[in-house]
């Protein structure tokens, strides 16, 4: 994992349950939600404020795609010591490559941002879409 987004993805989350009336959620607990996509996450935030329906998924999950879509950069950045590893990597000639479970503009946007893109030669990033199925690598 190259980008620390816990802190993004608990600020939308929370927004959403915000705007559903429903309770947030403490920052560290999402680190135990995410990794599985979006849909996981938003029915592991439900289950965790005792609401997980699919009325109340139905109301939040578009209010946390949306606003998380809108602005992933949002308190994103690269994880200690990343930064070093990639330069090291690259100073060696390994070749590297980004793969992510987010989906793929969103992975875009977040691999151009923080300049993992231009400063360490990634090819194109590879991220989940729609009518591609999973693979285990």
Known sequence: TLADTLSSIAYFANLALAKSGLPEIPKEEYRYLVGNGAK???????????????????????????????????????????????????????????????PDRTTQKIVKHTG???????????ALMWGIPRQIC
């Open 40 to 102: 996981r996450l938003v029915h592991g935030m439900l289950r965790s404020v005792g609401a997980d329906t699919e009325e109340n998924f139905a109301r939040v999950a578009p209010l946390y795609n949306d606003g998380y879509d809108a602005d992933a950069l949002y308190l994103t950045k690269p994880y200690d010591g990343i930064v070093e590893l990639l330069d090291r990597l690259r100073r060696h000639n390994v070749i590297t490559a980004v793969l992510s479970n987010k």
């Open 116 to 126: 993992f893109w231009r400063k360490w030669g990634f090819s194109r990033p590879t």
